[in-house]
């Protein structure tokens, strides 16, 4: 098979990224390959299967018109600048156009040691990237914009982290890898030439409808600031935490990247932090719209000089650009909760509403997604009170809460069975909680991939009532919970 690649980045200055060649693996094998992926970006699944596909799958053997590169980025970690971060063991093979004509970045995960690695070895365990193939096709179905998981492959390798660990290569798809650390490297490096040009390369791929209008930068980072308003309220509306909001972290396109200590929730906390890293809570649920706005102004720093040559003026109106972000943010939140509760219309109290059932749910430590599904029963009239774990649905100032939800719902047109609807289309019945996700991985380093399988498959129709009970479908015993993620470096 002839895979066309045309490789935009590669053709910027050489400043932007360091040529490197994957290392070969000695015995790359298939844990799982996504094909209705591999078929919209017009790739053969069969032929992926093969030997030749798991070559280049794997790093092992680059087809023709690739040219793997390793991109050049700095970044914002827990708030402290590192002026060189770069992909440390990522390689990108190459863009493709898929099915629709949208140019998509093929980058290998764990694929080796790259000139921005520093000690590191470049590897990846198979751990973490399962971990992000299941969450990254997890939250694909559930409608979030986010880089996908093409494949995930044993390297047939170990790599020494505290103990000799299995091997993987994760083969990731991305609208770009270009983040606001990228723009960040070449500002702590005064090159004001490579940010122009980031700029209209940014434009041109990602935000071409604006290509016309000046400043370019100005427009180019409200059209960011938009995007990124509108992810973050998705993530808050399912429960997600992102774990590692480091500025290299965020991409410019608007997808979510970078799957390491992630998680979803299961009892309801705004406090709650799984990253085994984030010891002050820096990146905690509650904090993550302030923190995409804090990584917003990062990124208007970097873009100064090209909105106006007169730095105050720059700053005003990158200023003004940057305070649209709460407001953008907050519809957003309003739209999806609004959903959640199966409101329609937009009425005074919706929100108060909406942030009273959060309070509620805090103090009764009730699950995030089951409370949410458990609704749509209620207003379906199939549930006499909330059926919760722990009894949590029957509190006092739950039932009250409840009253006053299903005097708001008689000024719906729709009935019942119709809100329902409505709401089991917004609010999941299935998500990648962190025990499914620890047994799955946990079997499948072993060697057993069945349970790996089963919550991939179960996660790719989220909205779909499980007709009977799996170990992805409750919350966790109180053995199971799983209070810290790890990042996969």
């Given amino acids: 098979m002839t895979i066309v690649f045309d490789n935009s980045y590669a053709r910027l200055p050489a400043r932007f990224y360091s040529r490197n060649a994957p290392a070969r693996p000695t015995n790359p094998s298939i844990v799982r390959l996504n094909a209705p992926l591999a078929e919209a970006l017009g790739l053969d699944p069969d032929w992926l299967q093969n030997p030749d596909g798991v070559n280049m799958m794997s790093g092992r053997a680059m087809p023709e018109g690739a040219d793997p590169i390793a991109l050049a980025y700095a970044g914002h970690q827990f708030g402290g600048f590192s002026p060189q971060l770069g992909d440390g063991r990522a390689h990108l093979l190459g863009e493709i156009l898929d099915a629709q004509g949208r140019r998509k970045d093929i980058q290998l995960k ?29 939250m694909s179905a559930l409608g979030v914009p986010t880089t ?3 494949a995930a492959l044993r390297s047939g390798e170990e790599v020494q982290r505290e103990t000799l660990l299995p091997g993987g290569v994760l083969v990731r798809v991305a609208d770009s890898h270009i983040r606001v650390g990228t723009f960040q490297y070449f500002a702590a490096r005064g090159d004001a030439e490579a940010i122009t040009a980031l700029i209209a390369y940014t434009t041109d791929r990602h935000y071409p409808k604006i290509a016309s209008e ?66 002050g809570g820096r990146y905690a649920y509650v904090n993550q719209p302030a923190i995409a706005q804090w990584n917003l102004v990062r990124l208007a720093e970097s873009l100064l000089g090209d909105i106006a040559t007169d730095r105050a003026q720059a700053v005003d109106a990158a200023q003004s650009v940057l305070n649209r972000f709460p407001g953008l943010y907050q519809q957003a939140w309003d739209r999806l909760f609004r959903k959640k509760l199966g409101l329609s219309r937009s009425l005074e109290g919706d929100r108060k509403l909406a942030e009273d059932l959060l309070s509620v749910m805090q103090a009764s430590s009730a699950d995030f997604t089951l409370t949410f599904r458990a609704l749509a029963d209620l207003a379906e009239g199939s549930a006499a009170n909330l059926p919760l774990p722990g009894g949590a649905g029957t509190s006092a100032d739950m039932a009250a809460w409840i009253e006053r939800w299903k005097k708001r719902l008689t000024l719906e047109e729709a009935g019942g069975v119709d809100i329902a609807s409505y709401m089991r289309h917004t609010s999941p019945a299935v998500i990648a909680r962190n025990h499914a996700v620890e047994q799955a991985i946990e079997a499948a380093v072993s060697g057993d991939d069945t349970p790996f399988h089963e919550l991939v498959d179960a ?31």
């Fill in 110 to 138: 764990g694929s080796g040691r790259t000139a921005f690695s520093r000690r590191g070895d470049g590897k990846a365990a198979l751990g973490p990237v399962l971990r992000e193939f299941i969450i990254a096709e997890a």
């Fill in 148 to 150: 996908r998981a093409l």
């Fill in 214 to 279: 000046t400043p370019l930068a100005l427009h180019l980072l409200r059209s960011v600031v938009e995007r990124q308003a509108q992810l973050v309220a998705q993530w808050m509306s399912l429960g997600f935490i992102h774990g590692v909001m480091n500025t290299d972290n965020m991409s410019v396109a608007g997808e979510t990247i970078d799957y390491g200590p992630c998680a979803f929730m299961d009892a309801y906390n705004e406090s709650t932090v799984y990253s085994s890293i984030d010891h």
């Fill in 459 to 489: 996660l790719a129709r989220p909205f779909d009532t499980p007709k009977v009970e799996r170990f992805y479908t409750r919350p966790p015993k109180p053995s199971e919970m799983v209070h810290q993620t790890f990042c996969g470096t």
